[in-house]
């Protein structure tokens, strides 16, 4: 599976942007999607989740603000975030994980939000 994240960019606080990640490769093997962020200086977190049956999940530094969905015909998982903060600022990557013993974990090459104050 390969990952390919775009849309960063530097946004002003209160701001919207869109991430976007596409797969290709063993992409029917894929169980579920996310999104995590590491922020300078800081341990990459997990920002939201989507599964193949579009259940999501979200940290609660997120919640409300970001909205994580999957376009499965265009093999596409997107982040639509809003009302950003400076502290929301970060290299953003995105995720894929195949259950298995272990799990298959696979990441894109990440994509820079900055957030203005």
């Known amino acids: 599976v390969q990952l390919q994240a775009s849309g960063g960019g530097l946004v002003q606080a209160g701001g919207s942007m869109r991430l976007s990640c596409v797969a290709s490769g063993s992409i029917s093997s894929i169980n579920s999607m996310a999104w995590y962020r590491q922020a300078p200086g800081k341990q990459r977190e997990l920002v939201a989740t989507?599964?193949?049956?579009?259940?999501?999940g979200y940290a609660g530094s997120v919640k409300g603000r970001f909205t994580i969905s999957r376009d499965n015909a265009k093999n596409r998982v997107y982040l639509q975030m809003n009302a950003l903060k400076p502290e929301d600022t970060a290299i953003y990557y995105c995720?894929?994980?195949?259950?298995?013993?272990?799990?298959?974990?696979?990441w894109g090459q990440g994509t820079l939000v900055t957030v203005s104050s």
């Open positions: 995720n894929a994980m195949i259950i298995r013993t272990p799990p298959h974990i696979f």
């Open positions: 989507i599964t193949n049956s579009s259940n999501t």
